[in-house]
DNA sequence: TCCATTTTAAAATGAATGTTTTAGAATGAG
DNA sequence: CTCATTCTAAAACATTCATTTTAAAATGGA
């Protein structure tokens, strides 16, 4: 029967992926899709279809692999100041320093709130996040009844984060903001106000 | 000598600005200029060179009159904190709810920290907001030595709205968060810890 | 009036875009 | 082997893009 297929799908998924999160989905040409998954522009077309296609299968991925495994990363296991903290603080570790940001954030702003091949996935990203954070926080003060408010200014401020970075803002400022921010929380927490 | 200039260059330059908010630099052609500002690609580049020029131009703008005029609107000449919150819940009154969100924020991803025509605009209006987020804090807490981490928490806050406002995040929890905020920040200022 | 300049409209340019097609080599199952 | 399929490479396509040029009308100062 058919000749079998030759590359593995989701190297070619990642590959996409870390070329829009770097430029976008409109700065990203075929070309550009060429050189970095390493196949031709028919092979591509072949496998995915169209660009939307290859646009759309990479920003899923991107929320099963890069967001889910953050949140499963950080969060399970573990005290939950401490995992947000280290949560937080991931964004700040992007390998080469070169930071790309986030495909969510970066896709949320590209396409804005019009119809588009991302809304849903933006979206979904979003209460997948939020989700994560009202979660944290309900093991945190299981009674309080501002949990919502607290998990939106989470997610609000974790995606604030991402734009300053990703627009080369000093690493080491908002590494302090984000320690600062949980500092606070854990001397919360223990009902000790420790600034006066 | 010349003939005059027909038009004003500055309504020019608010619809360029319009323009590239609603779909940034890339997503912006000459032609869809040209629409927004009613002038001919001719004109246009008569007047102002290339779309990098008026892109810039539009930019700068942009953080002379919105940025700084928003940030004198609401924070001159009341109290701080309720100007704070009138500032932050300005930014969810685009008057036809199309959420176009910040020219600075959607650059500030659209370009990324490489080296390009939006950086040093992008950089000036941060750090406009930032230091009006500082000086505001100022007013409240002059002793207290962590203003400079809560000016950048307040800073990423302001940015994360805008993504997700942008993104069409609903209105009304945005707003309950940001006036959960503030009145906790107004708890705090009276030393009355409400929540329990 | 004349000249320099600015306007608009239109055409032209050359490059890049996304996509399809073509041709040829490779591969696996029957 | 054969046939269907998949690969790469290349060409072809129509479209869009930013930009320049052209031509013609308008305007203001000398």
Do not use: W
Not at 118 to 126: L, M, W
Not at 173 to 194: A, S, T
């Amino acid at each position: 029967m058919p000749r079998s297929i030759e590359f593995q799908i989701e190297p070619v998924l990642v590959a996409a992926m870390e070329q829009f999160r770097h430029s976008g989905y409109g700065g990203t040409s075929i070309k550009a899709l060429e050189r970095a998954t390493g196949l031709s522009s028919g092979s591509l077309y072949n496998s995915f279809g169209d660009k939307d296609v290859i646009f759309q299968k990479a920003l899923t991925h991107y929320n099963q692999m890069v967001v889910a495994g953050r949140i499963e990363k950080h969060l399970t296991g573990r005290p939950p100041v401490e995992g947000l903290r280290s949560l937080f603080l991931s964004l700040l570790d992007e390998p080469d320093g070169g930071s790309s940001g986030c495909l969510l954030t970066n896709s949320a702003v590209e396409f804005g709130s019009d119809d588009s091949i991302a809304k849903n996935s933006v979206q979904a990203g979003f209460e997948m996040q939020e989700k994560a954070f009202l979660k944290a926080i309900e093991q945190l003060h299981p009674s309080v009844p501002d949990i919502e408010q607290n998990a939106l200014r989470f997610l609000t401020l974790y995606q604030g984060i991402l734009v300053l970075f990703r627009s080369g803002y000093p690493t080491l400022k908002l590494r302090n903001m984000i320690n600062y921010e949980f500092d606070k929380l854990e001397g919360e927490k223990n009902d000790k106000k420790i600034v006066g």
